[in-house]
């Protein structure tokens, strides 16, 4: 059964946006993933499909309602598929969260606008809250085409070889190592001799220990995590390797 997405937004034109070319593009027209983009408006009662209303309590914008949305999902709702909620206020979405979602038989994703949405549809119906980073957008569409990409790209031959995302960043809860291809010389910099060396045992070691000085100077966060300790990020780490 492939990896089946459905997308609740104002704005289901977005979609499949980018997920159309590429990868996801191709996972998508040889079957082994779906999405349908609903429409909330098609949900409300009245003659106008208002979806939003005035905040309670006083203040700016709009906010979306719950009776709507309700109707929205419980219309499209498939048993065993997560509901997910596209959220400043959510979880921060990681690697492992990734995985987990990819390995289902899909998701279902529901885009917020305006100022949020009701408190009591989450309180209503069995909704995760995500969040792709720490920063506003217009909407949650955004971030649903980030989360389904991440999703798509791990499905069973998407990627090509079955191995080829192993070594990329969060996976090992480091940082990716740094790539590098031809030309051997460009602008003055030069390829580091070890991955010239044809070594395998020192090309593996090179690239382990640069993927930790990357995460310790970058993503100090990260390294606390993966390494159980806190500690200071070297000064010039990557340079001392590459000499």
Known sequence: MSFAATVLTLYPEMFPGPLGLS????????????????????????????????????????????????????????????L????????????????????????AILCGRFEGIDER????????LVSIGDYILSGGEIGALVLLDACVRLLP???????????????????EYPHYTRPQMWEGRTIP??????????????????????????????WERHNGVRVQPPSDARHEEEE
């Open 23 to 82: 990868l996801a593009g191709r996972a998508m027209a040889d079957g082994k993933w779906s999405l349908d983009a609903v429409q909330i408006r098609d949900f409300a009662t009245d003659k106008h499909r208002s979806v939003d209303d005035t905040p309670a309590g006083g203040g700016a914008g709009m906010v979306m309602r719950a009776d709507v949305l309700a109707a929205a999902i419980d219309a499209t709702a498939r048993p065993g598929v997560p």
């Open 84 to 107: 997910l909620a596209m959220s400043p206020r959510g979880r921060p979405l990681t690697q492992e969260r990734v995985r987990e979602l990819a390995a289902g038989p899909g998701v």
């Open 121 to 128: 549809l989450f309180e209503a119906r069995d909704v995760e």
């Open 157 to 175: 031959g998407v990627m090509g070889a079955a191995s080829s995302g192993d070594e990329e960043s969060f996976e090992s809860g480091l940082l």
């Open 193 to 222: 001799e070890v991955l010239r060396s044809g070594d395998h045992a020192k090309i593996k070691a090179w690239r382990h220990a640069m993927a930790e000085s990357d995460t310790r100077s970058r993503r100090p966060d990260l």
